[in-house]
């Protein structure tokens, strides 16, 4: 059977198990040449393209539910679900999704982008059904080092327990998570691989040794596995651990569900994989370079990405001041491995794994150790409540880098760094901040560390920013608390922060406005000084923020002026209780009603 004639899952129930495996091998090359085009997440995909076959071959979707965690490892569902047709507009704008997405397929029954969720999914998954008397499996696949994060304990803590409910926990295990999984599960996690590696072991010798020699090792291996079973973290949960198995050996995939099918009380199979599968340099990629790979760029890059220049800086300021870094999961995305290597004694990878960075930085900080956390402003969100309770209320000197704020383009709508000023604006004590450019990153940063004696935000965008480092031109200069003026005119009185102001001096000089453009990179708290001086002008105020506008900077400067009564007129440019999608990060600029044109218009209208 062709790739191409299967439209959806029942299409492949008829293969035979050589069929089957032709079919994995047509899948992985169709995902190799397309993924290289389009960017998206390689390994992950190439990883588990027998297990999505199998569990497809197996069950019945969309009566039998398969939840993915984060979803971004699900490539091979949804090509057997058909959207192989599709595949050339992964990621692009009005295109398909990188994740599990409700519109795209009744196939998608969760969506997520965030780790660890799958496991709560799957358990109201199987209360709704129960409620609705509805027939039908419900599978989860979880990595081996989302399953480490706190939510996923949570949810395991309860299934387990409960006898009446039966639920499918297929444990993805390639001892990766974007770098090198860590932390003890991972460790236990190793104990059960090595009853692999015994197994493999007997296969070799069989045709080899005489039988009673045999007899003797299949005894060893059962004592180990018993012994290893014993120990086994989900049976001790209550769960029945079927394991470790090859998850890329299709037909023992296939031979292991079909039993579990018939099991009745929830089950954890664990399965061996190699992230990678199939593409040699991503194979043997143990840092994470190839976990997600980006489309080819056909520009010439400028400067570096804010993450590697935040990075840098930080590296710098050890000349200072030693801190501690704790990051949770990401440091390939925020660029430390450089810094790692250097300061290892000086920097933990906590995991998946936000909520509890967010404590540790907390008591950390408590006990006087300057300390780094940088976050993705949309994970961030995880750890509202610890940033709040242990960090801000107590007004404990973290240092937070929120990366990759605003739009974020490819990954989409659970990805987007929308709401981090909203949602630390509520927050006490905090100073939220922003930088216009590399030199004002470097000052705020060595701000936040040496002048501030509160939780203190620096947020950066996705993209990249004019840096030279072969100059290595890092230097620290004192900055004041204050918004500073780009340019003074007579004219509208334009406030934004980050880079986004270059879209405002562009316009201002393309409408020739003799504008005052306003840099405000104190978020909060806000400049009063600055804002009496603009209100006082009695010209039009302008704010524009790439961000949510409920609770973010335009409103606080609407309670300003109604405090002091200033009634000069004034707009705004946001994003308004809205879910933005995926695509090209100029394209959601111009859908947003947000890019360089949206603005001429709307000032047009508004002068
Ligand atoms: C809350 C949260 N933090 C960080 C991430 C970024 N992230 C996406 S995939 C991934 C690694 C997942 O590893 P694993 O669960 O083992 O799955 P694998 O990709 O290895 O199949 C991470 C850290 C995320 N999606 N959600």
């Not at 031979?255 to 599968?277: F, M, P, Y």
């Not at 001096?505 to 393309?510: A, P, Y």
Request: proline fraction near 3%; include cysteine.
């Amino acid at each position: 059977m062709n790739l191409k004639d299967i439209k959806k899952p029942s299409d492949i129930k008829q293969l035979n198990h050589k069929e089957l495996k032709a079919l994995a091998l047509e899948i992985r090359s169709f995902l190799i040449e397309t993924i290289t085009k389009t960017g998206g997440h390689l390994s992950s995909n190439l990883g588990t393209v027998e297990l999505i076959l199998a569990m497809h071959y197996v069950f019945n979707s969309p009566e039998d539910v398969f939840i993915f965690d984060v979803g971004h490892q699900a490539y091979t569902h949804k090509i057997l679900t058909g959207r192989l047709d599709q595949f050339d507009t992964l990621r692009q704008t009005k295109g398909l999704s990188g994740y599990m997405n409700y519109q795209e397929s009744e196939h998608d029954q969760w969506e997520s982008g965030h780790a660890g969720t799958a496991l709560s999914a799957l358990l109201g998954t199987l209360y709704a059904k129960h409620l609705k008397h509805e027939k039908g499996e419900v599978v989860a696949v979880i990595g081996d080092a989302s399953i480490t994060n706190g939510m996923a304990f949570e949810a395991l803590n309860l299934l387990g327990s409960d006898p009446k409910t039966k639920g499918i926990i297929i444990l993805n295990d390639n001892e990766m998570s974007i770098s090198k999984s860590v932390g003890s599960i991972s460790k236990a996690l190793t104990k059960f691989r090595s009853m692999k590696v015994v197994m493999k072991w007997k296969r070799i010798w069989a045709n080899i040794l005489p039988a009673f020699i045999l007899r003797f090792l299949s005894r060893v291996k059962r004592g180990i596995r018993g012994f290893l079973q014993r120990q086994n973290i989900f049976e001790d949960l209550g769960y029945m651990y079927v394991g470790p198995i090859d998850g890329h050996d299709l037909i023992s995939l296939i031979h292991h569900l079909k039993r579990i099918q018939k099991v009745k009380k929830s089950v954890v199979l664990h399965i061996i994989t190699e992230k990678g599968k199939g593409h040699v340099e991503a194979e043997n990629d143990k840092v994470g370079t190839f976990h997600g790979v980006s489309k080819p760029s056909n520009g010439i890059k400028q400067g570096i990405s804010w993450s590697e220049l935040i990075s840098l800086n930080m590296q710098k300021i050890q000349e200072h001041l030693k801190t501690f870094v704790i990051m949770p999961a990401m440091e390939i995305g925020a660029q430390f491995s450089e810094f790692a290597k250097k300061y290892a004694d000086r920097y933990l990878d906590v995991g998946i794994a936000e909520e509890h960075a967010a404590t540790m930085a907390a008591a950390l900080a408590h006990h006087g150790v300057p300390v780094f956390l940088p976050l993705y402003s949309t994970f961030s969100q995880r750890a509202f409540d610890q940033i709040l309770n242990d960090i801000c209320r107590s007004n404990h000197h973290v240092v937070i880098g929120i990366d990759r704020s605003g739009i974020v383009g490819e990954d989409g709508s659970t990805h987007q760094g929308l709401f981090d000023v909203s949602m630390f604006y509520v927050m006490p004590n905090i100073v939220i901040t922003m930088p216009y450019d590399a030199k004002e990153a470097s000052n705020l940063l060595y701000y936040g560390f040496m002048k501030q004696k509160n939780p203190f935000v620096i947020r950066y965008p996705r993209g990249t920013v004019l840096f030279d480092k072969a100059l290595d031109l890092i230097t620290f200069e004192e900055i004041e608390p204050t918004w500073s003026k780009l340019k003074t005119g007579p004219g509208i009185q334009m406030i934004s922060y980050g880079p986004s102001l270059d879209l405002l001096i562009k316009v201002d000089l393309e409408m020739k406005l003799s504008a005052s453009i306003i840099n405000a990179r104190f978020i909060k708290p806000i400049d009063e000084a600055m804002l009496h001086e603009i209100m006082k002008t009695g010209q039009r105020i302008f704010v524009y923020e790439e961000g949510s506008d409920t609770g973010s900077l335009y409103p606080q400067i609407l309670k300003f002026m109604a405090k002091h009564q200033y009634h000069n007129p004034i707009s705004n440019m946001s994003i308004t209780d809205q879910i933005v999608e995926h695509g090209h990060y100029k394209d959601m600029l111009k859908i947003l009603e947000m890019d360089f044109d949206a603005v001429v218009k709307h000032l047009q209208k508004f002068i």
